[in-house]
């Protein structure tokens, strides 16, 4: 729309320019302001509005005075005596501009040539052409500011799309019309941090953002407030979230949060290796090997994959996935079609199960990836993993799909363009599955009640199809919704949507290998410190197993005699 905007502005003045007895169009260089300063994050006055409309003063304010009127700008109060106001685009006018600017690229491209920015007509998605697709209309503002003394106050993970958000402050302030104050952690201190301002009397945080294996623990310590007592969950459209995050945000049936990032670990690879290679995408575990072992050349600076294998949280997150690879949930869940129930997982009635023949495959897998890695494998963590990928150093690596980023935005990354997204390799017996990620933004349940209204208004904004869409043209590669991921112009920013919603439809995004129970925290970090041990060595498999089913079935008695 910026484009757009900038193109008519250039070309109402060459038209002023040329023709002497053209006159300047009020309206739509109003318009034209109304818009970049609603896109850019600035406040827009009357003044001007006025001021750039290139008539005189009486014409130009009735011409304000009319749009206003017609419902396409909207005034917000800018003081408490509501005797001054921002002018805002309304969702009317925001409508038939988004229109407008797909229209005019499209005549631009009919009667100058050149492609098309809504993409080709015979690009589908599910049997659709992108063309028919509808676009998200950019963020709208609130028609009154929100009332929150010292400013709306946010607690995040330091990852690359809470950083867009951060980023863009300066829209989100003008929408909520209050400044927004956000602190961001690493994901233990979060937790920390999570825990800690549940203590307080009162919270710290009008919004805090939660792992999704954690909503289980903070939903019976009452770290979170069930979101059902403060909003009515139909207002944000449930069935437009993908189904295994919406689950996810989920504990005894009732949801503690809204969808923030639904960021599948897929893997990644090197289209152009495989291919120089004459491999294909591995769909198993024993294909995954083999292809790690063709195209591991250590003499030439090049490893065959990386995954997290730092010790504790980043290995014990890769152990639960592994055991899912084989088709073993770290609990004794209930088969069900597509996967594991847990809807009863509240019921507290479930046991570990690490140490098991699907458990002792995937150990032994793990050690042989260790052979096809680089040297520094066991230090590798979330990022590590994915810098010497993006570098062309790494010819697969398991990855969210949150930190593509760091290759698909870099065009001097050997990975740009060339990387395939998969979901995990199955073992023998085993389906194919995207293990789930990401994050829920939730409300504290200490915060003081006359908070708490505009906190649920501020947490719609920030999880809507508009915001989420936001989020993905200025960087981030995560997307809790199903529109977002099928608007055209997401699609044409990276094929990592249209292959997450396709797992999705087949029901491979699934969220049970790392089920949001009480426990979650202290099993994982069991894991990754058994785990570590075997792959240094120091113990083997089948001790490893027992020793951390030991550990992990110790803990569980022990909180369960609390």
């Known amino acids: 729309m910026l484009q757009i905007i900038a193109f008519l502005e250039d070309l109402g003045d060459e038209l002023e320019d040329v023709v002497d007895l053209s006159a300047p169009n009020p309206n739509l ?74 229209r005019v690229s499209r005549l631009a491209a009919n009667r100058f040539g050149g492609k098309q920015t809504l993409g080709e007509a015979d690009d589908y998605y599910f049997g659709e052409s992108y063309m028919d697709a509808k676009s998200i209309p950019p963020l709208q503002v609130l028609s009154e500011p929100l009332k929150l003394a010292g400013g709306l106050r946010v607690l995040v993970h330091g990852d690359p799309t809470f950083m867009v958000m951060e980023n863009l ?30 203590e307080r009397k009162s919270s710290r945080y009008d919004i805090i953002a939660v792992d999704l294996p954690w909503v289980g623990e903070f939903a019976e310590r009452d770290i979170l407030m069930p979101l059902d007592e403060a909003m009515d969950i139909a207002s944000v459209d449930p069935a437009d979230f993908h189904t295994a995050g919406w689950k996810a945000a989920h504990w005894g049936g009732r949801p503690y949060g809204l969808p923030a990032q639904t960021t599948p670990e897929l893997l990644f690879y090197r289209k152009d290796m495989f291919a ?25 600076g090049r490893h065959g994959i990386a995954w997290n294998a730092a010790r504790g949280t980043a290995l014990g997150h890769t152990v639960l996935m592994t055991l899912a690879d084989f088709g073993q949930p770290v609990f004794d869940l209930p088969p069900v079609a597509g996967g594991f129930a847990t809807g009863h997982l509240a019921d507290r009635r479930y046991n570990v199960t690490i140490d098991t023949e699907s458990g002792l495959r995937a150990a032994e897998f793990l050690l042989e990836l260790l052979e096809y890695s680089p040297p520094d494998i066991l230090s590798m963590s979330w990022y590590e ?32 363009g060339q990387t395939g997204y998969l979901p995990h390799p199955a073992g023998p017996g085993a389906s194919q599955i995207a293990p789930v990620g990401g994050y829920i933004m939730g409300i504290p349940a200490n915060l003081p009640p006359d908070r708490v209204p505009a906190a649920v208004e501020a947490l719609r904004v920030f999880t809507s199809p508009e915001a989420q869409k936001l989020y993905v043209q200025n960087g981030s590669r995560t997307n809790p919704r199903y529109s977002v991921g099928a608007d055209p112009d997401v699609r044409r920013l990276s094929p990592i949507f249209e292959a997450v919603d396709a797992m999705s439809w087949r029901d491979e995004l699934q969220f049970w290998p790392r089920p949001p129970v009480p426990e979650i925290s202290e099993i994982i970090q069991i894991c990754g410190e058994e785990f570590h041990d075997m792959l240094r060595g120091l113990t083997t498999p089948a001790e490893t197993l027992r020793r951390a089913q030991e550990r992990a079935d110790a803990m569980i008695k022990r909180h369960r005699s609390k």
């Open 29 to 102: 260089r109003m318009t034209l302001l109304l818009l970049r300063g609603h896109l850019e994050g600035r406040a827009i006055t009357a003044t001007s509005l006025i001021g750039a409309s290139r008539v005189p003063y009486a014409t130009a304010n009735r011409r304000l005075k009319e749009m206003v009127n017609a419902g396409l700008i909207e005034q917000r109060p800018r003081t408490k005596t509501g005797k001054s106001f921002s002018m805002h685009p309304s969702e009317t006018l925001m409508d038939q501009w988004a229109q407008l600017s797909s």
């Open 169 to 198: 402050k300066r829209q989100f302030e003008q929408s909520i019309g209050v400044q927004i104050n956000q602190r961001a952690f690493s994901i233990d201190r979060l937790h920390e941090e999570a825990v800690r301002n549940s």
């Open 276 to 300: 120089e290679a004459g491999l294909e995408p591995p769909a198993t575990t024993d294909a995954l090997l083999a292809a790690a072992k063709a195209l591991h050349d250590p003499q030439n």
């Open 385 to 416: 993993r994915v810098r010497p990928y993006a570098a062309g150093r790494i010819a697969m690596a398991y990855g969210y799909t949150l930190l593509a980023p760091y290759f698909e935005s870099d065009e001097e990354s050997p990975a740009n």
